[in-house]
């Protein structure tokens, strides 16, 4: 079983920058992918952003591409994500992901997308921006 656990949110001016980090524990060497999601106020849970920890290849939402970097430091078994140039409509609730179970090592997007992938959830950290 792997644990991850979020840090990093606030509240933030439009057009401002933000960095997440998730830890990883547990059983980290067993990980496929770690994986960035969100869910707004009133809205679905939906997909931002996604690493193949054995690759080190990244997937990202329409949305975000080319606001947010996902990142990571194996040595911690951490991975970020930094948000530049927000938006109000990225205030949301921000969750870390793991796949430790559906073992995938390929190149399919919207299998990095499927939050059903992914077994271990954090606790979910606010991002806020205000406009």
Known sequence: QV????????LVQAGGSLR?????????????????????PGKER????????????????DSVKGRFTISRDSAKNTVYLQMNSLQAE???VYYC??????????????VWSDFRKYDSWGQGTQVTVSS
């Open 3 to 10: 644990q991850v656990v979020e840090s990093g949110g606030g």
């Open 20 to 40: 997440l980090s998730c830890t990883a524990s547990g059983r980290t060497f067993s990980m496929y992918g770690m994986g960035w999601f969100r869910q707004g």
């Open 46 to 61: 939906e997909f931002v952003a996604a690493m193949n920890w054995n690759r080190g290849s990244t997937y990202y939402a």
């Open 90 to 92: 990225d205030t949301a």
């Open 97 to 110: 992901a793991a796949n430790s179970r559906s073992r995938y090592y390929g190149s399919d997007a919207s």
